[in-house]
Structures are given as structure tokens and as C-alpha cells.
């Protein structure tokens, strides 16, 4: 039988082959010298042309690696909600709860809010799955969904969100928790998002950032469930200084 040295192992790998293979995949679909640009490209801080196709990829591979139905299932819808965000926010400059918040007090429904809206109920559906009494179930939804928001969040320059899931789930790989998916996941594109080839968009931030909850979720009573979830709420309200503190030089 394989340990849990060995279980953590294989989800790594499992992890990382799939979004490498979809990653090399996807590239094969990039234009070529003088072609127009795709729906799949942005022009990053520095005014470079990159692909979104680490997006889609991490997606896939940390769904693949991270062997609980529940978990796979906040991946998946999260990255969803996060491909309709990147392509229908595309020109929206809006980040952060409070100023989708402020938006729909204006009676405007953002694709932003669309989109938390839609991880939000993932999260406590997962959640709900993954935790047998009523309180911890919804201490669960809240970190999952939080998490995703959290890395979402820190996406603000190359691989600021990326790094952040490694840091997040290194905890976690260490208990042998589902951490080791997202790992993988975000270490299979790690070189080329800071080397500004790519960028894992809405797509894979919140994709990774709710595999990385389910495995925090998943790993913790009902004690570390509130501190998470704590320090997650706060934050999301404090979303503009995060992303601040995230954009400045390393």
C-alpha cells in the first residue's frame, strides 16, 4: 500500500502532469508572429503580450490531483466563475469585494460579483460536504471561498498568486492533506508566470485558491476553521491593502 509520503507524492505529480500537458496543449493554439491576438491574451503591467493559458491548465490539475469529490468540485466551479470574470470583467479594473459591493448598491450588477457570488456558494456547498456539523460546514464554505478570494487578491504581479499557494499549502503537504494538488498545480507553471510568459488569470487564482481551502478546510477542526476564517474576512476587507502590499517590489 502506498503511505502518505507516497499518496502526497503522486497528487503532486498527478497535479503537475496535467497542467503541464494541458499548458503545452493550450500553447499550441497561441497566434503566431503577425496573426491577430486571441481572446486568450493581455498585455500585462509591463505592456508585454501573455497568454492566459496557465488559467485553464492549473484548473484542470489541481481537480485531477486532489482526490476528494468535494474539493474537485470548488476547483472546477471556482475556476469557472473565474474564466466568465476574465473575459466578461476583461476592461472592469474593479477588485475586491467593497467595490463590487459599492457597484451593486448602484444597481449595477458586475461580472465580479457574478463571479464571488457563484464561489461563494460553491465554497459552503463544498464546505457542506466536507464537514459533518452545521457550524464546521459553514466555517469550511467561508475558508474555501475566502482562500480563493485571498490568492485572487495577490494577483497583482508574476507569480505573486502563485507563490502565495505555495506558501499557503506547504503547511498542509506536510500533514498530507489535498495541499499537495494545488502545489503541483501552481509549481508546474511557476517559471513561466514570473518569467511574464503567462499569467494564471481570475481562471486559476481562484481555482487554486479553493483547492488550497478545501485543504486547509479539510485539515482543520473546528478551532483552526475560525482562525482561517478570521483572518480570510479580514482580508477581504481590507482587499485594497493586500493587493497593495502584494504589488510592491519583493
Known amino acids: 500500500m502506498i503511505g502518505r509520503v507516497g499518496r502526497t507524492a503522486l497528487a503532486f505529480g498527478l497535479a503537475a502532469g496535467v497542467t503541464r500537458a494541458v499548458y503545452t496543449g493550450l500553447l499550441r493554439r497561441r497566434p503566431r508572429a503577425g496573426e491577430a491576438r486571441t481572446r486568450w491574451e493581455r498585455t500585462n503591467h509591463a505592456g508585454r503580450t501573455v497568454d492566459l493559458y496557465a488559467g485553464p491548465a492549473t484548473v484542470l490539475g489541481a481537480a485531477a490531483g486532489i482526490g476528494s469529490g468535494p474539493a474537485a468540485f470548488a476547483v472546477l466551479a471556482a475556476g469557472v466563475c473565474g474564466a466568465y470574470d476574465d473575459f466578461a470583467g476583461a476592461d472592469d479594473a474593479r477588485r475586491g469585494f467593497r ?50 478570494h485571498l490568492v485572487n487578491l495577490v494577483d497583482v504581479a508574476p507569480g505573486r498568486a502563485v507563490v502565495t499557494v505555495l506558501g499557503l499549502g506547504a503547511p498542509g503537504l506536510l500533514r498530507g492533506t489535498p495541499a499537495a494538488a494545488p502545489m503541483g498545480a501552481a509549481a508546474a507553471v511557476l517559471a513561466h508566470d514570473l518569467g511574464e510568459r503567462t499569467m494564471i488569470g481570475d481562471t486559476g487564482a481562484h481555482a487554486l485558491g479553493a483547492a488550497v481551502g478545501s485543504a486547509i478546510a479539510a485539515g482543520n477542526g473546528r478551532l483552526g476553521l475560525v482562525v482561517h476564517a478570521a483572518g480570510l474576512i479580514a482580508a477581504a476587507v481590507y482587499g485594497d491593502k493586500v493587493s497593495d502590499f502584494a504589488r510592491s517590489p519583493v
Not at 114 to 123: E, H, N, P, S, Y
Open 99 to 148: 467595490a463590487h459591493l459599492t457597484a451593486l448598491r448602484n444597481g449595477e450588477v458586475t461580472s465580479g460579483t457574478v463571479k464571488l457570488a457563484g464561489i461563494g456558494a460553491a465554497g459552503l456547498v463544498a464546505g457542506a460536504l466536507l464537514k459533518e456539523r452545521p457550524v464546521d460546514k459553514v466555517l469550511a464554505g467561508v475558508v474555501i471561498a475566502g482562500t480563493a
